[in-house]
């Protein structure tokens, strides 16, 4: 058997709870992971609510996008990968339907990588969905390339957090962009350049000055919505700006600077391109060896409290850092 959170109606945390399935069978090109860990993100949030991009059919349906995990059992037709082996999962697409909030799932074998041993298991959990957002934002999509100024809006999250560590990494400026100036000397300890709160300053003006008149060369906007015309206002002429969040759900407006280039992240597009998903495993790799990437976890919580995580997570109290949710 497995325990699964699952949910009837759309609506806050309290509409999550736990039942026993029978455990899932890999079909063939599949294999079977026990989930040793899950971590909540926004778009569980959002899936929960009944606001994500994509419909979720009701009733019944599941959450988890990411996981960490043993192989217990592989399909008919699986190569590469063995009974026993610590993974990473990179994608769940249909989450709604064998999401990751689970003692056990079934995923394509493609879509599972090692796991690096320097990580711990909670560490593991929470790590892919940010580092490949921002791996496959910044350099799949944007480009990115040492020496250039990206300005990275909603910071302070997962995937923000990541992408200045991956700046780093390759030889870019991050300039943190961030709602609250409490929020300052955090993202300057993550690792940022330079940090603007907006509470306190303009974020054209200061883009601005940090690039002494010129401009940033790429934007990261994980937000959406309003805000997005700024951030276009702060880039160089000919900049970039890859959009690759949904925090802000009210209308994003269309752009009105034709020199900038705007493109739109699609995660799971991406990660079902093996290639490209080799590349994003062999940077986090060397990262984690390195000591470059290390995902930001809050707090560990056991399955059995999965409405006490999505509440912490809704309140805001882990401060952008993954809530990591654990089978055992």
Known sequence: MSRVVVFDRFGGPEVLHVVDEEAPVPSPGEVGVRVEATAVNPIDAMMRAGASPAPVPLPHARLGIEATGIVEAVG???????VGDAVIVTAIPDAHRRGSYADRITVAANSVIPRPAELTVPEAAAVWVAFSTAFGALV?????RPGERVVISGASGGVGRAAI???????????AVTR??????????????E??????????????EITGGAGADIALDLVRGPGQRELIRALRPS??????????????????????????????????????????????????????FRPAVDTVVPLERIVEAHE???????????IVVTTV
């Open 165 to 175: 560590q991956l700046a780093n990494r390759i030889g870019a400026e991050p300039i």
């Open 239 to 292: 900049g970039s700006l890859v959009a690759a969040g949904f925090l802000d759900s009210r209308p994003t407006p269309p752009v009105e600077d034709p020199t900038v280039r705007v493109a739109n992240y699609r995660g799971f597009g991406l990660l079902s391109d093996t290639a490209a998903v080799a590349r994003m495993a062999a940077s986090l790799n060397d990262g984690v060896r390195a000591g470059a």
């Open 180 to 193: 609250r100036s409490a929020r300052v000397s955090e993202l300057r300890a993550a690792g940022a350049a």
């Open 140 to 144: 799949e999509v944007g480009g990115m």
């Open 312 to 322: 912490r997570f809704e309140r805001g109290e882990n401060g952008g850092r993954k």
């Open 195 to 208: 940090v603007v709160a907006t509470d306190e300053v303009d974020l054209v003006d200061a883009v601005r």
């Open 76 to 82: 008919d037709g699986v190569a590469g990968v063995a």
